[in-house]
């Protein structure tokens, strides 16, 4: 059974950075594609971005393409997501999720497994 575990959540103020990783176990991490989402309190579930399985093509959505990176290493079964110039907008729970042999997709459908989330706070 696939688990995915997020860490380096937290609080930061406006225009700083903070970096989410999301350890992946129990399955062959390059075949899956990896993506981060996002829930704000009240809002639904949003895509953020995604990454494909051999990390050569990524995909971000509007709200975040040109602040936030996505990357991965497959020797260490851990995808990341770089924040910078954070936004009050930002702050929400961040999610990370594996899809089985998906290039990279912004549908969370297409995702089979998900991580239990971790807390991102930016204030001003």
């Known amino acids: 059974q696939v688990q995915l575990v997020e860490s380096g959540g937290g609080s930061v103020q406006v225009g700083g950075s903070l970096r989410v990783s999301c350890e992946f176990s129990?399955?062959?991490?390059?075949?899956?594609?990896m993506g981060w989402f996002r829930q704000a309190p009240g809002k639904e579930r949003e895509f953020v971005a995604t990454v494909a399985r051999g990390g050569g093509m990524t995909d971000y959505s509007d709200s975040v393409k040109g602040r936030f990176t996505i990357s991965r290493n497959n020797a260490r079964n851990t995808v990341y997501l770089q924040m910078n110039s954070l936004k009050p907008d930002d702050t929400a729970v961040y999610y990370c999720a594996a899809a089985f042999e998906h290039t990279t997709t912004s549908s969370a459908d297409d995702y089979d497994y998900w991580g239990q989330g971790t807390q991102v706070t930016v204030s001003s």
């Open positions: 129990g399955r062959t991490f390059s075949s899956y594609a």
